[in-house]
């Protein structure tokens, strides 16, 4: 599908006759993500072309010439995410579910997620990256991974007024999705933003001891929410920590790193990164989680999904 969409992208920036690109899922969902099984059935070499090939896509949709408007409806998770977030303008709605919950299956968050991520809000990318968080249509609104917010039973409207629009003018295009959006939407009361920005400011230990750059590393991370998790009995604090200690330790590292590192560098530098690491985790000679953590993420699943 990538190297298809790959070809759709080239043709459209050299067609004159095209002025705006609207990206959108079929159905119900934006876009899940990409079959992990498939690196299970193909060599490495294999793998790496793979890679190669969407990172290639990703970087074009993030630098892309012609204005871009993603129309983001339902579940947009993992190499999704990349079709939804590099683009100028970012439309979420009601039933939009975001999340990257790579660490979970011994990866890495990827698709240029070190790019985007680390240029959240204080380290709200790196709390997303790491534990996989669902966030919705509000959040990302509120922490900037989305533009706009248009009320799900506008959406279609909104798509309409796009196309009879005949312009890829930013400012017009901006414009047309503004008379549609809702400007504030109410944010849940367990909100993963509010959550995360109370811990950040109202522990009693914090900001200097998790804040600073040099002592927030995963380990201390893990012993402050311990820590408030003893005083007070936070049910998100509490999710926080099974989540992490569910994880592979090397992905979290790892994601923590990669993050960390994309802050001071542009989008093609984290993709050209990021494509290393995936075709060093893919070989498993460093590290083998990846070979066996989808394996026990599968059967927990099957096992959730048998008791309800």
């Given at each position: 599908?990538?190297?298809?969409?790959?070809?759709?992208?080239?043709?459209?920036?050299?067609?004159?006759?095209?002025?705006?690109?609207?990206?959108?899922?079929?159905?119900?969902?934006?876009?899940?993500?990409?079959?992990?099984?498939?690196?299970?059935?193909?060599?490495?070499?294999?793998?790496?072309?793979?890679?190669?090939?969407?990172?290639?896509?990703?970087?074009?949709?993030?630098?892309?010439?012609?204005?871009?408007?993603?129309?983001?409806?339902?579940?947009?998770?993992?190499?999704?995410?990349?079709?939804?977030?590099?683009?100028?303008?970012?439309?979420?709605?009601?039933?939009?579910?975001?999340?990257?919950?790579?660490?979970?299956?011994?990866?890495?968050?990827?698709?240029?997620?070190?790019?985007?991520?680390?240029?959240?809000?204080?380290?709200?990318?790196?709390?997303?990256?790491?534990?996989?968080?669902?966030?919705?249509?509000?959040?990302?609104?509120?922490?900037?991974?989305?533009?706009?917010?248009?009320?799900?039973?506008?959406?279609?409207?909104?798509?309409?007024?796009?196309?009879?629009?005949?312009?890829?003018?930013?400012?017009?295009?901006?414009?047309?999705?503004?008379?549609?959006?809702?400007?504030?939407?109410?944010?849940?009361?367990?909100?993963?933003?509010?959550?995360?920005?109370?811990?950040?400011?109202?522990?009693?230990?914090?900001?200097?001891?998790?804040?600073?750059?040099?002592?927030?590393?995963?380990?201390?991370?893990?012993?402050?929410?311990?820590?408030e998790?003893?005083?007070?009995k936070?049910?998100?604090?509490?999710?926080?920590?099974?989540t992490?200690?569910?994880?592979s330790?090397?992905?979290?590292?790892?994601s923590?790193?990669?993050?960390?590192?994309?802050?001071?560098?542009?989008?093609?530098?984290?993709?050209?990164?990021?494509?290393r690491m995936?075709?060093?985790?893919?070989?498993?000679?460093?590290?083998?989680?990846?070979?066996?953590?989808?394996?026990?993420?599968?059967?927990?699943?099957?096992?959730?999904?048998?008791?309800?």
């Amino acid at each position: 599908m990538a190297s298809q969409i790959l070809e759709l992208y080239n043709a459209y920036e050299e067609d004159p006759s095209v002025k705006l690109v609207i990206i959108k899922g079929e159905g119900k969902a934006f876009c899940a993500g990409g079959a992990i099984s498939v690196l299970f059935n193909v060599s490495w070499k294999e793998a790496a072309i793979l890679f190669s090939t969407a990172y290639t896509l990703d970087y074009l949709i993030a630098t892309y010439a012609k204005t871009q408007v993603s129309l983001i409806k339902g579940i947009v998770m993992g190499g999704g995410a990349a079709f939804a977030v590099h683009g100028r303008f970012r439309v979420v709605t009601d039933d939009t579910v975001f999340a990257m919950p790579k660490t979970a299956l011994g990866l890495f968050p990827d698709v240029g997620a070190s790019y985007y991520l680390s240029r959240l809000p204080g380290f709200f990318g790196e709390y997303v990256g790491l534990t996989g968080a669902r966030l919705d249509g509000a959040e990302m609104l509120a922490c900037g991974l989305a533009t706009h917010f248009v009320p799900l039973e506008k959406f279609s409207a909104l798509e309409d007024a796009l196309c009879k629009a005949n312009t890829g003018d930013p400012k017009i295009i901006n414009n047309i999705i503004r008379d549609f959006s809702n400007k504030n939407p109410k944010l849940k009361e367990k909100s993963q933003v509010f959550r995360y920005i109370f811990f950040v400011c109202n522990c009693e230990n914090p900001p200097g001891k998790l804040m600073r750059p040099h002592q927030y590393t995963l380990k201390h991370n893990v012993h402050c929410k311990e820590e408030e998790a003893d005083k007070n009995k936070d049910d998100w604090i509490s999710w926080t920590i099974k989540t992490l200690k569910k994880a592979s330790p090397t992905s979290l590292k790892n994601s923590l790193r990669s993050i960390r590192t994309g802050r001071l560098q542009g989008v093609g530098q984290c993709l050209i990164r990021e494509y290393r690491m995936s075709c060093t985790v893919i070989r498993g000679k460093v590290c083998r989680d990846f070979f066996e953590v989808p394996i026990y993420y599968f059967i927990s699943s099957i096992k959730r999904l048998q008791s309800t």
